[in-house]
Structure formats: structure tokens, C-alpha cells
């Protein structure tokens, strides 16, 4: 039998990855690990409290909580050991609402959780679709109303800031203001869609067409025909009254103005445009939805809202709402402020000269011990070429030891300055950097 062994060069190696993953080194690892960092302490800040669900559950299981969408894009393969199909998640929200629904059912409502993870998705055959997600966010079981609604976006806003995000918006939409709408209108199955997505587009001339043979009474026509204009400031609310005929809308257009109502009480509403058109997640969202965007990328970084019937689907019925970021696109957006702001380094590499390992094996263990980061500088090459080294992977000093009775030089390698330090006193009592 022959073996067939597939060569590869360097460069094909390189860029030999499946579409829609990526590799993370060392500065943009740091990025994300920063972002994540600063979004789990604002989420702690207000409240909520970390779970960390699986990255493999039973495809069946998981189902029930996705939508059609989602069920589609999900990775799917056999369990050799139990014989179901198995899943890689493709949105964590589900899972934690299966987790609060048959894990947490019985500890007191509210439940605030927060999580951060990867999951992956079956993309379209299009450049720019990632595969592989990394999702940070929190979920609010428990709470109806207003003020729950506004405070996730008001922590949306608070997480941004804490990111260095200086230009965004927040874009907030009711999605039963639509549902409203349509009820009683002649618009259903694929009609019904493109009207939707048509409006979601704002594009008024392609709505027009698609109405064309309908029949509608005026108002109606004018109502549905407004849809895509309803986008701006507050004031929006006023034109959206004007049109809005069914309850069902009049009490989302009060829904959304009471949130609105809490975000002036935080100061927030600089960042707030209403877009009564944002149809995103209507078979998924039960009312107030909302969408982060920063200038520079046409991609929503955050996408939140409310979702009262998911907990249901898995025996547990309670009102919940929730966002969550794509560090990706937070990355992406926020790269040259990062910049700025994180630096991968090591604090210090100890280089021993003529054999003098012991030494400084035992002074790298000592720094460690008070906090810093240490290596050891373990290949047989001169001082300069460890100086160079060091310089290369962006180390904060060379430490050169030569021994217990000797000085040992501390060289910052930012400006080029030198210090002798006894190498018995860093052992005794440590290093002021």
C-alpha cells in the first residue's frame, strides 16, 4: 500500500487555514484578551456573574433554542460514544438560556450572566465572513420593562468607553412597532419577507413595487410606506405616532419611549438614534432591539435586545434580554486605538555570563515570585546578541548576572540606561522597576 504524504512549503503553510478562521499572534492576541478584559470587568461593575457553557452540545438539545437560521449554519458530526449528533454552538445566548432554564431554575430571579467564548458558523461563499466568532456578552433573566431594556444598553455604552471607543451610536429599534403593523395585512410568506427586508434596506422605491398590487386601504400603504424614514432622533417617536393604527404599535412606540426616557435619566442619549426600519432578529426579538456601530466599519460591533420566549422553549418561561459583542469587529474597529494601548512584553530576560546559571536561575525564580514577568535567556550566544534578542521581542530590560558576588546589570532597553544592582540584595529584598 502506498502512503500518500501531502508537502507542504513555508509559504503554502502560511496561509493553508479554511476560510473564515484566523491565527492570532502575539499583539493582536493580547488585543483580544484586553477587550475581553475590560468588557468582563464593566460587566462585574453592574452586576453580573460569569458561566461558562460547553463547546460541544447534543445538536437536538441545542436546536430547540435556534432559530432556522442558526440551526442551518451550526457545525454538525456524530458522537461515536452515544451515537447522537453533536454541535459546535453557533450563538452562546441559547445556551444560556438552557443553562438558566434546567441548571439555575430554582435560585432566584433576576439571574445576571455574563460569558465569553468562540463559536462557530457555516458562512456564505463571501470574502470578509468569519467562521470562527469570539463573543462576549450578558444575559438578564427575569426582568420585563423598561429600565431592564435601557440598562443594557446604557451598559453597552459604559463598555465601549471602557474599550477607547469614542465615536459610535446605538441604534435601537421595536420590532413589535412592525409586527403591529402587518397585523391584519394581506402580506405573508415570501411577500411578507421581501417587504421586511426591503424596509430593513430603506429602500423605499424597491417597497414601493412590492406594494404596487397590493390591496391596501391609504393609511395602511402610507403606514407601511413610512417604515423606512423612521430613523433619526427622538423625535422620530412623533413621526411614527402619526402613522402608527394598531395598539399593538402605539404601546411599542410607549415601550421605546419609556427606555429612552431612563437613557436621558443617564446622561446617554448623545449616543442614541431610533431606527423604528431595524428588523434585524424579528422572529428571534419580542420588542426593544438594539445595534452598536463605530465609525470606519460597516458591521455592527454589539447587537442586543429583548427576547422573552426563548427560556420557555426548554421549560422555563421568564422574560429575558441580553447583547453581546463580536470581539472581531471590536478589534477590528478599535486596532489603531489599541495600539496605544497594549503592548505585548516581557518585564525582564536574565542572561548569565561564563556559566553562571545557578545564579540567575535563582533570580528569575526570586522576580517571578514578586510578580514580574521573567525568562530565562537558556541559548549559548554573547550579550549582545541577547540584547538584541530582547530588543526584538520587545522585553523591558536585560538583566546580565556574572554571579552571587557580582553586580548584576540591569539595562532598560526603552532608553538605553544602565544600573548596577547587587545581585545579593534583589535576592533579599527584590527589584523596584
Not at 445566548?93 to 463559536?119: F, H, K, N
Not at 422553549?313 to 469587529?329: E, I, K, M, S, V
Request: charge should be negative; charged fraction near 25%.
Amino acid at each position: 500500500m502506498e502512503l500518500f504524504v501531502m508537502r507542504f512549503s513555508a509559504s503554502s503553510l502560511e496561509t493553508d487555514l479554511p476560510k473564515g478562521v484566523k491565527d492570532f499572534l502575539p499583539l493582536n492576541a493580547a488585543k483580544a484578551e484586553y477587550l475581553q478584559r475590560q468588557l468582563q470587568q464593566v460587566f462585574a461593575a453592574w452586576g453580573f456573574r460569569p458561566v461558562i457553557p460547553p463547546q460541544l452540545e447534543y445538536f437536538d438539545v441545542l436546536e430547540i433554542g435556534l432559530g432556522a437560521g442558526l440551526s442551518r449554519r451550526s457545525f454538525r458530526f456524530d458522537d461515536r460514544q452515544s451515537g447522537r449528533l453533536l454541535a459546535f454552538p453557533p450563538d452562546i445566548t441559547p445556551q444560556i438560556a438552557r443553562i438558566a432554564a434546567t441548571r439555575m431554575s430554582e435560585q432566584p430571579l433576576p439571574l445576571r450572566l455574563s460569558y465569553s467564548g468562540r463559536v462557530l458558523r457555516h458562512a456564505e461563499q463571501q470574502a470578509g465572513k468569519d467562521r470562527d466568532i469570539f463573543q462576549t456578552g450578558v444575559e438578564l433573566i427575569g426582568l420585563d420593562g423598561p429600565e431592564a431594556d435601557a440598562e443594557m444598553i446604557a451598559m453597552t455604552i459604559e463598555a465601549l468607553k471602557a474599550v477607547g471607543a469614542e465615536e459610535f451610536t446605538i441604534d435601537i429599534g421595536q420590532v413589535d412597532f412592525f409586527r403591529g403593523i402587518l397585523d391584519g395585512l394581506p402580506l405573508e410568506g415570501e411577500l411578507a419577507a421581501k417587504v421586511a427586508d426591503a424596509i430593513a434596506r430603506k429602500d423605499s422605491s424597491e417597497l414601493q413595487l412590492l406594494l404596487k398590487d397590493v390591496e391596501l386601504d391609504a393609511a395602511a400603504r402610507e403606514e407601511i410606506l413610512a417604515l423606512p424614514r423612521l430613523f433619526g432622533g427622538r423625535e422620530v417617536l412623533e413621526k411614527a405616532a402619526r402613522v402608527a393604527r394598531s395598539e399593538r404599535s402605539r404601546q411599542a412606540l410607549d415601550n421605546l419611549s419609556q427606555v429612552l426616557d431612563v437613557l436621558d435619566v443617564y446622561g446617554l442619549l448623545e449616543h442614541v438614534t431610533v431606527d423604528l426600519g431595524e428588523l434585524r432578529g424579528l422572529n428571534y426579538h419580542t420588542g426593544i432591539t438594539f445595534q452598536a456601530f463605530m465609525s470606519g466599519i460597516g458591521r455592527a460591533v454589539c447587537s442586543g435586545g429583548r427576547y422573552n420566549n426563548l427560556t420557555g422553549r426548554y421549560g422555563f418561561d421568564a422574560p429575558a434580554t441580553g447583547f453581546t459583542f463580536n470581539l472581531l469587529h471590536l478589534l477590528f474597529a478599535l486596532d489603531k486605538v489599541l495600539d496605544a494601548r497594549v503592548q505585548p512584553s516581557t518585564d525582564l530576560l536574565i542572561y548569565a555570563t561564563a556559566g553562571q546559571l545557578r545564579p540567575a536561575q535563582q533570580l528569575a525564580a526570586k522576580l517571578r515570585q514578586q510578580g514580574y514577568s521573567v525568562a530565562r535567556d537558556i541559548l549559548p550566544r554573547d550579550q549582545e546578541a541577547a540584547l538584541e534578542y530582547a530588543r526584538q521581542l520587545n522585553y523591558r530590560f536585560l538583566a546580565v548576572v556574572s554571579g552571587a558576588d557580582q553586580p548584576v546589570e540591569l539595562s532598560c532597553l526603552a532608553d538605553g540606561t544602565t544600573q548596577q544592582l547587587p545581585w545579593q540584595s534583589l535576592i533579599e529584598n527584590g527589584l523596584q522597576l
